[in-house]
C-alpha cells in the first residue's frame, strides 16, 4: 500500500472521531410502586396479574379480564430530591452577577397515581373490535360517577 494513502487515511479517521458526534447518557429514576398490592408481592407476576385496575402499568391486556368499574387512586410514590451546589470561586461572564453561593435545590415530591377500567356497554363482548368508535356515557355507583363506554352504531 501507499505510504501517504496510508497517512491520509489516518488522519480522515482521526479528524472525523473528533468532530464527529458522540453519545451522550443520562439517567432518572424508574418508579414500580404504583400499587401496594403489587408491593406486597415485590412485583412477582405483575406482567400476568389481572386482578385490579393496576395491571394498566405493566399488562394493558389485563384490561380484558377485569369485570365491571374499578378505581385504584392514590399517592404512590414520595420523592425527596436532593441538588446540592457550591460556588467555588467561579466568574461569570462578561460582568454578570453570578447566580449565589449555593443551596439545595431538591425538596420532597409526591407521585400520584391513579388508574380506571371501565367496559364497553349495552353490547355484546364479540361485537367490540379494534378501531370502533365509542362514546362516553357516566353511571352513578356508591357515590362515585364512572365513565362508561358505549359502542356508537
Do not use: H
Request: charged share 10%; with cysteine; aromatic share 10%.
Amino acid at each position: 500500500m501507499n505510504p501517504l494513502y496510508n497517512r491520509v487515511s489516518l488522519a480522515a479517521l482521526l479528524a472525523a472521531s473528533a468532530i464527529g458526534p458522540s453519545t451522550a447518557n443520562a439517567s432518572g429514576f424508574a418508579l414500580l410502586e404504583q400499587s401496594a398490592s403489587r408491593l406486597g408481592t415485590a412485583f412477582a407476576g405483575t406482567a400476568a396479574a389481572a386482578d385490579d385496575a393496576t395491571t394498566l402499568f405493566f399488562n394493558p391486556a389485563g384490561m380484558t379480564q377485569i369485570e365491571g368499574n374499578q378505581l385504584a387512586a392514590g399517592l404512590a410514590s414520595g420523592i425527596e430530591i436532593t441538588s446540592e451546589f457550591s460556588n467555588a470561586g467561579s466568574t461569570a461572564a462578561f460582568g454578570q452577577p453570578s447566580g449565589g453561593t449555593g443551596g439545595d435545590a431538591g425538596g420532597w415530591n409526591f407521585v400520584p397515581g391513579v388508574y380506571l377500567t371501565t367496559n364497553i356497554v349495552n353490547c355484546p363482548v364479540d361485537a367490540v373490535e379494534i378501531d370502533d368508535a365509542v362514546r362516553v356515557v357516566f353511571e352513578e355507583q356508591d357515590g362515585i360517577w364512572y365513565p362508561l363506554f358505549e359502542k356508537i352504531a
